[in-house]
């Protein structure tokens, strides 16, 4: 299927899921300075498009030279998803990035959750590849595409205060445990998926 950047755009949109990923954004920004927000949200959403963007350039390569599949890359995206939803059900998102980064002294999130593996996770890397692998003549619009989506995203984020306040904490813990559920779901798919493949049990 030919793609055109418009419709890249929409497709990158839809992996990155912007609105998905801000309950949990939220969460593990909770005892961020407010005015640090802004700063780190602009930042993980860089570090998400230079992971994503070496993906669309040379990520084929790095797997083939590693002996790797996008099977072994889904199942351990999948892996690592689970595990940040069950927290985020069971517990929140700040302790969990408590945890994570208790031994550093950091109290923000640096690349891990919120940049990879919930930005640029296993389907977005996987859908930047694809689109460079099928039509490689086009990787300008790709990469424009992209952008633009990556720029959503980093605008989404940093608008999560606002959005916090105008829906509230309770519905904000609502939906954060909601997306918790879904994460589990979309992080068993992505494992089901991946072993699946792999065993050759694929239809």
Same mark, same amino acid.
């Given at each position: 299927?030919?793609?055109?950047?418009?419709?890249?755009?929409?497709? $990158?949109?839809?992996?990155?899921?912007?609105?998905?990923?801000l309950?949990?954004?939220?969460?593990?920004?909770?005892?961020v300075?407010?005015?640090?927000?802004? =700063?780190?949200?602009?930042r993980?959403?860089?570090?998400? $498009?230079?992971?994503?963007?070496?993906?669309?350039?040379? @990520?084929? +390569?790095?797997?083939r030279?590693? !002996?790797?599949?996008?099977?072994? $890359?889904?199942? +351990? @995206?999948?892996v690592?998803?689970?595990? /940040?939803?069950?927290?985020?059900?069971?517990?929140?998102?700040?302790?969990?990035?408590?945890?994570?980064?208790?031994?550093?002294?950091?109290?923000e999130? #640096?690349?891990?959750?919120?940049?990879?593996? $919930?930005l640029?996770?296993?389907?977005?890397?996987?859908?930047?590849?694809?689109?460079?692998? !099928?039509?490689?003549?086009?990787?300008?619009? =790709?990469?424009?595409?992209?952008?633009?989506?990556?720029?959503?995203?980093?605008?989404?984020?940093?608008?999560?205060?606002? #959005?916090?306040? =105008?829906?509230?904490?309770?519905?904000?813990?609502?939906?954060?445990?909601?997306?918790?559920?879904i #994460?589990? +779901?979309?992080?068993?798919?992505? /494992? #089901?998926?991946?072993?699946?493949?792999?065993? @050759?049990?694929?239809?």
């Amino acid at each position: 299927m030919t793609h055109d950047t418009v419709s890249a755009f929409v497709l $990158l949109l839809l992996v990155l899921d912007p609105f998905g990923t801000l309950p949990v954004f939220m969460s593990v920004m909770s005892s961020v300075p407010p005015r640090r927000r802004v =700063w780190v949200a602009l930042r993980e959403s860089g570090v998400a $498009l230079a992971v994503l963007m070496l993906f669309m350039l040379g @990520g084929e +390569a790095f797997l083939r030279l590693l !002996r790797l599949s996008e099977r072994s $890359l889904e199942v +351990a @995206g999948g892996v690592i998803l689970l595990l /940040i939803a069950i927290r985020i059900i069971f517990g929140s998102g700040q302790r969990l990035f408590d945890e994570v980064r208790a031994d550093a002294g950091q109290r923000e999130p #640096l690349v891990f959750p919120v940049a990879v593996p $919930l930005l640029a996770g296993p389907s977005a890397m996987a859908t930047v590849m694809l689109l460079a692998s !099928r039509q490689p003549a086009q990787l300008a619009n =790709w990469v424009l595409a992209l952008v633009a989506a990556m720029a959503v995203c980093a605008v989404v984020l940093m608008a999560s205060d606002r #959005l916090n306040r =105008w829906l509230g904490e309770s519905v904000v813990s609502a939906i954060e445990k909601l997306m918790g559920l879904i #994460l589990c +779901a979309v992080a068993v798919e992505m /494992i #089901l998926a991946g072993l699946t493949r792999y065993f @050759g049990f694929a239809t």
